[in-house]
């Protein structure tokens, strides 16, 4: 890395504040609370960005349920290059075969990670699969997938923060930013 | 060459993979592979525009079919000129076919997917001149295969219109899908003598091929 990471600087614009993302995680619990009334509700988060609004929306619903974690590697990635194939990092740790399943993700763009996760968890027969996204960014969509419950649409902008990174930085910022595109191109 | 049945998450592997016009269309046709996402490099050509004898003189050719999906998926990565162009021959692809379903995908696009994926090295490999990489081809072939992505300037323009126009007549797209009617096959004959005449320009767009 060429370029020391500032936190403070680095971001050209706050999109989200703390404050809003707050708000809408609760109304969106609330809505996913009276959906999933009666039924076994397991969320199922994909790491690593989706790990703060998973934590913040699980306890903004008002129902027992699972959680699970799952992880898959990135295009790119120098690790999975050999494979030249999504590989499954993290899978499930039990079994949703009868559960309705709430897919929990950062954010969606392209909707290939999502297509992806959604045909392997279809394959392991939940009662229902559903998905809720914190940020949708649908300029700049190539796979269409049906979005159940989204947080915020957004322009189509680089975006850190609230678990989102960008060369595995600034997932601990509180809220939702722009990223300088100067920053693109120092950072390795 | 019939790409038809290529490509289906065998890019890598293939000894017949496409050649592909610009090593963006490369570079998408692995990330599409890596999400297992099935695609199809140039299948279908669209006739978009015929003379008052009936005779193709413009047509479009998306760069990818993704079967599963039923979209085609259009990448400009070149500049500003050309991307009007491609806009402009996607809204009279989407007026005559409306039951098309294709999505432009803009330099801007593509350049964001590969900061995402980590792929700043790529930047500058895949846009401009220096992206541009027409692979080696027999004639008939390089006519088929080329795209206005991997060509420059106005000869790019008709070398385009050449390849897209020898598709139509050369590759049978699916039939099912475009210049339906009985004036297809009057179509197709012009088309192919157009073609025959202009796959000479085309085929000087010829160079190495991507890395």
Redesign the interface.
Same mark, same amino acid.
């Not at chain 1, 990135?74 to 990635?77: C, Q």
């Not at chain 1, 300029?139 to 269409?144: C, G, I, N, Q, T």
């Given at each position: 890395m060429s370029r020391p990471v500032d936190l403070a600087n680095d971001i050209g614009e706050v999109l989200l504040t703390e404050e809003q993302i707050a708000a809408r995680v609760a109304e969106l619990g609330r809505k996913i609370s009276a959906d999933y009334a009666g039924k076994n509700l397991t969320l199922v988060s994909v790491l690593k960005g989706s790990l703060p609004f998973m934590a913040d929306l699980m306890r903004q619903i008002a129902l027992p349920l699972r959680i699970d974690l799952m992880e898959v590697s $990135? *295009? +790119? +990635?120098t690790a999975t290059e050999s494979s +030249?194939?999504?590989r499954i990092i993290k899978d499930l740790s039990a079994s949703i075969s009868g559960e309705d399943v709430l897919l929990v993700e950062d954010i969606i763009? @392209?909707g290939? @990670?999502l297509? *992806?996760l959604v #045909?392997y968890l279809r394959g392991k027969n939940p009662a229902s699969l559903k998905i809720c996204t914190l940020l949708d960014k649908p300029? #700049?969509?190539?796979?269409?997938i049906p979005v159940d419950y989204q947080g915020f649409e957004i322009p189509?902008q680089?975006v850190v923060g609230y678990g989102l990174d *960008? $060369?595995e930085r600034y997932r601990n910022l509180r809220f939702v930013g722009v990223l300088r595109p100067e920053v *693109? $191109?120092s950072l +390795? | 060459m019939d790409h038809r049945n290529l490509g289906d998450n065998q890019a890598e592997a293939d000894p017949m993979r496409p050649a592909f016009a610009h090593h963006s269309e490369a570079e998408l046709a692995r990330i599409l592979s890596f999400y297992e996402v099935r695609w199809q490099y140039e299948p279908d050509t669209f006739p978009i525009g015929w003379s008052l004898d009936g005779a193709v003189i413009e047509s479009f050719s998306p760069d990818f079919y993704l079967p599963d999906l039923d979209l085609y998926v259009e990448l400009t990565t070149l500049k500003q000129t050309l991307v009007r162009k491609k806009n402009r021959k996607l809204r009279r692809l989407r007026e005559l076919y409306p039951d098309v379903r294709i999505k432009l995908f803009y330099a801007r696009d593509f350049r964001m997917l590969l900061i995402k994926f980590g792929r700043l090295g790529l930047l500058d490999e895949l846009s401009g001149t220096t992206g541009q990489a027409t692979p080696p081809r027999e004639p008939a072939a390089a006519a088929i295969g080329a795209s206005a992505d991997g060509m420059a300037g106005a000869d790019a323009d008709v070398a385009a219109v050449a390849a897209e126009v020898a598709a139509e007549a050369h590759v049978a797209p699916d039939a099912g899908r475009a210049g339906r009617g009985r004036r297809r096959g009057r179509r197709r004959r012009s088309a192919a003598r157009t073609a025959a005449v202009m796959r000479v320009d085309a085929a000087s767009f010829a160079g190495p091929a991507p890395a």
């Open positions: $990135s *295009y +790119g +990635g +030249g194939l999504v763009d @392209t290939l @990670t297509n *992806y #045909r300029a #700049r969509r190539l796979v269409e189509d680089f *960008y $060369s *693109y $191109s +390795g | -």
